[in-house]
């Protein structure tokens, strides 16, 4: 899952940024925003995390633009400002939640997982499947049959793009804007590598793979 977080406080935006990281996610940081209004309007993004107080924009316009522009991606607003007003305010103007500062990680890891759960239109459940292959978002973590998987982050991220995408071809650059993030090098073989890292991990004794190569496109998750 690709994150943008937009966050003029250095210290701040890196703490955020090497957690996420370490978590798995793909992760862009603008440090205001006219910078993050320009990264959200270019990329495509599954989370909006942005700072009330930035410089050149506030986030509170940044998100009511993001939303003017119809996008429905949801968005966190990270504030000091702890008054009910305030909340109401960030809500009414787009947010899908709001955090005071300061905040342990632990809660804000919780809130991306619930609001990354929630899909476009309609509530997602938490247990995904394909076949008899089991992918948990909410603890993540899968199984083949009864067996438990062991991923890496960048694995996990990777299996969860393409199953909640299950039986739709993705092409390279989409599972690149989403699992990695704006360094990622588009000549590389990374993603070729991560695919065969999962085939040997979830297709196990399987006579066909779980991965389609979809020439041309990209790949493509199945139930077999």
Not at 71 to 96: C, F, N, S, Y
């Given at each position: 899952?690709?994150?943008?977080?937009?966050?003029?406080?250095?210290?701040?935006?890196?703490?955020?940024?090497?957690?996420?990281?370490?978590?798995?996610?793909?992760?862009?940081?603008?440090?205001?925003?006219?910078?993050?209004?320009?990264?959200?309007?270019?990329?495509?993004?599954?989370?909006?995390?942005?700072?009330?107080?930035?410089?050149?924009?506030?986030?509170?316009?940044?998100?009511?633009?993001?939303?003017?522009?119809?996008?429905?991606?949801?968005?966190?607003?990270?504030?000091?400002?702890?008054?009910?007003?305030?909340?109401?305010?960030?809500?009414?103007?787009?947010?899908?939640?709001?955090?005071?500062?300061?905040?342990?990680?632990?809660e804000l890891l919780a809130r991306i997982?619930?609001?990354?759960?929630?899909?476009?239109?309609?509530?997602?459940?938490?247990?995904?499947?394909?076949?008899?292959?089991?992918?948990?978002?909410?603890?993540?973590?899968?199984?083949?049959?009864?067996?438990?998987?062991?991923?890496?982050?960048?694995?996990?991220?990777?299996?969860?793009?393409?199953?909640?995408?299950?039986?739709?071809?993705?092409?390279?650059?989409?599972?690149?804007?989403?699992?990695?993030?704006?360094?990622?090098?588009?000549?590389?073989?990374?993603?070729?590598?991560?695919?065969?890292?999962?085939?040997?991990?979830?297709?196990?004794?399987?006579?066909?793979?779980?991965?389609?190569?979809?020439?041309?496109?990209g790949y493509r998750l199945v139930d077999v």
């Amino acid at each position: 899952m690709r994150i943008l977080v937009v966050e003029d406080e250095k210290k701040m935006a890196s703490f955020i940024e090497r957690g996420l990281h370490e978590e798995g996610y793909a992760v862009d940081v603008a440090a205001d925003g006219e910078a993050g209004w320009e990264y959200a309007t270019t990329n495509e993004y599954d989370l909006v995390i942005l700072d009330w107080m930035l410089p050149k924009m506030s986030g509170l316009t940044l998100c009511q633009k993001i939303r003017q522009t119809g996008q429905r991606t949801p968005v966190m607003i990270l504030t000091a400002r702890d008054a009910v007003e305030d909340k109401i305010k960030g809500l009414d103007q787009g947010a899908d939640d709001y955090l005071t500062k300061p905040f342990s990680f632990e809660e804000l890891l919780a809130r991306i997982r619930a609001l990354l759960r929630r899909p476009r239109e309609l509530q997602e459940e938490a247990m995904l499947k394909s076949g008899n292959l089991t992918v948990d978002l909410l603890s993540r973590k899968a199984w083949v049959g009864s067996d438990e998987i062991t991923f890496s982050q960048k694995e996990f991220a990777l299996l969860e793009y393409l199953i909640r995408r299950k039986g739709e071809a993705v092409s390279r650059s989409q599972i690149a804007e989403h699992v990695w993030d704006l360094h990622f090098d588009p000549m590389s073989n990374t993603i070729d590598v991560y695919i065969n890292f999962l085939r040997k991990k979830i297709d196990q004794e399987s006579a066909k793979s779980r991965i389609e190569t979809v020439r041309g496109v990209g790949y493509r998750l199945v139930d077999v």
